[in-house]
């Protein structure tokens, strides 16, 4: 059989009826994807001999005659930062090199129980400190973009959404954002990143970036792939006291739904200054072109305050976060000279890469006594008004639907010269519903100078419904997967 052939769901079906050797598929996986890391580096550990193993075992519950799970077969890759047993998980820092998890997070622990393999760890900016998959840790290579390897694939699950759009074989990436760290690689690379509401999959295992901030979810070529996944990860876990209680979900049954009419909001602020006016134009004749969609022009007017709310909030709790690599119970060991605060200096200076050295200066001042009520509380405040600018507008559309980026996948030369500034205020698209905690999904909607650009599509919380259905209609309707 030809495996290159079949979508994730064809697979799976495949699969229940015998039709497919998982030892010799995987193997076949495993050669296609090393040959693919060694120019574009996508995997920062390619697990072999573990997925493999897992093929091997799957196998065996089959002629068994046990449930294999909804995964059953089915390759899996994971951003380094969620950790799996026996498997390095560096979040790609140099600072957690020799790292190796005795545990799976929870989402990997629900995949592997429903017979997902485990195929490697995927590249990201060191700690997700990017949106460009540019700031890789000390020792990691930069991921490039499968439509042209002098751009940038998106940060910071850059490796999952460039390995998906890559690999002709059935896979779906699990991947992570805090910012945009899914949505926007997944708009860069031409595929489908859906960002589930803040507390609708377990964070336990995940080396965490901001707490109030990171969620797990999946980077597919299709919606289906996207819906499938959550279906697995999703649920209440004892481990992670902000998952929000809920019975398990089948997502992929929402696809099935036809809605007549979707009432619609564009928002202004999404489609105004910063942003490309293809981009735009692009955005709006794909909404207008499907017939049932219902769509007006409407106003979030907190949104210009997305961006800094969220660095202000995110830069603080990384401070925190990272505290702990300090070379005594956690990260990379040196030996010890001079007082401990020149061995905990000495340890970062050597560990860390210069963004993730700037995230931490600038949350721990914003969050230092005297400055934590001028710039941290004040960023969570603002927060609660970005919420409710989305609450208001929920009210009266189904959904929200924007650019995924404000421009085209940029060259590596054009991002080195930008100001730090410029390209923070690039995630003025991803950043307010990750700050707000709403679900969102990016698909592909066409394509400016042959590179993809990606349509945002966003609900109120818990609504992943809401987002899936319109995602598939809009897929469906107009071919934007194929």
């Known amino acids: 059989m030809k495996y290159k052939e079949l979508s994730v769901k064809e697979f799976l079906d495949e699969v229940k009826e ?44 089959i002629k068994k005659g046990e449930n294999g799970g909804r995964l059953l077969g089915l390759p899996i890759s994971v951003k380094d930062c969620i950790c799996c047993e026996g498997i390095p998980s560096r979040a790609g820092s140099k ?10 997070s929870t989402a990997v622990r629900k995949i592997k129980e429903e017979g997902g393999i485990i195929i490697g760890k ?6 997700g400190f990017g949106s460009f998959c540019t700031n890789v840790g000390i020792g990691f290579k930069i991921p490039k973009n499968p439509f042209d390897p002098e751009r940038s694939t998106g940060g910071s699950s850059g490796g999952a959404a460039g390995i998906t759009a890559s690999l002709n074989y059935p896979h779906i990436a ?37 707490n109030s901030l990171d969620k797990i979810g999946p980077i597919g070529k299709r919606v289906y792939d996207c819906a499938l996944l959550l279906s697995v990860i999703a649920g209440e876990d004892n481990m992670d006291q902000t998952t929000i209680k809920q019975g398990e979900e089948d997502y992929t049954k929402y696809l099935k739904e036809e809605k007549d009419e979707v009432k619609i909001g564009i928002p202004k602020e999404y489609f105004g200054e910063g ?68 061995y905990f200096s000495n340890v970062r200076s050597e560990g860390l890469g210069d963004e993730a050295k700037r995230r931490i200066i600038l949350g721990t001042f914003a969050r230092m006594k005297g400055y934590r009520d ?39 030369d054009e991002l080195s010269k930008l100001e730090l500034i410029q390209m923070y205020m690039l995630d003025l698209c991803t950043n307010p519903p990750n700050v707000a905690g709403i679900p969102h999904i990016s698909i592909p909607c066409g394509k400016i100078e042959g ?30 997967s194929g």
């Open 174 to 210: 699990l991947a992570e954002s805090t910012g945009g760290s899914i949505s926007c690689p997944a708009s860069f690379c031409g595929c489908v990143g859906l960002t589930p509401t803040y507390g609708r999959v377990s964070r336990y295992g995940l080396i965490d970036f901001a």
């Open 374 to 412: 001028r710039y941290y509380i004040k960023a969570m405040k603002i927060r609660t008004m970005i919420i409710n600018d989305f609450k208001k507008a929920f009210k009266k559309y189904d959904v929200l639907i924007t650019p995924t980026m404000p421009i085209l996948p940029p060259k590596f």
């Open 451 to 480: 590179l993809p650009i990606g349509m945002q599509i966003m609900a109120d919380h818990m609504e992943e419904r809401k987002v899936l259905v319109v995602a598939r209609k809009f897929e469906k309707e107009l071919n934007l």
């Open 18 to 61: 015998g039709n497919i050797d998982l030892e010799d598929f995987i193997s076949e996986v495993i050669e296609e994807i090393k040959r693919i890391n060694e120019s574009f580096n996508y995997f920062v550990y390619i697990s072999e001999e573990q997925a493999i193993a897992q093929a091997e075992n799957i196998k065996k519950r």
């Open 95 to 104: 600072i957690l090199e020799g790292y190796i998890p005795p545990f799976d």
């Open 275 to 342: 942003v490309d006016e293809r981009i735009s134009k692009l955005i709006l004749n794909v909404v207008g072109s499907v017939e049932g969609m219902e769509y007006e022009e409407c106003s979030l007017p907190y949104t210009k305050y997305g961006v800094p709310t969220y660095y202000l909030i995110a830069l603080s709790e990384a401070s925190t976060n990272l505290a702990k690599f300090c070379g005594m119970r956690y990260g990379l060991h040196l030996p010890l000279k001079g007082d401990f605060n020149e």
């Open 122 to 127: 995927t590249s990201q900016d060191e700690f």
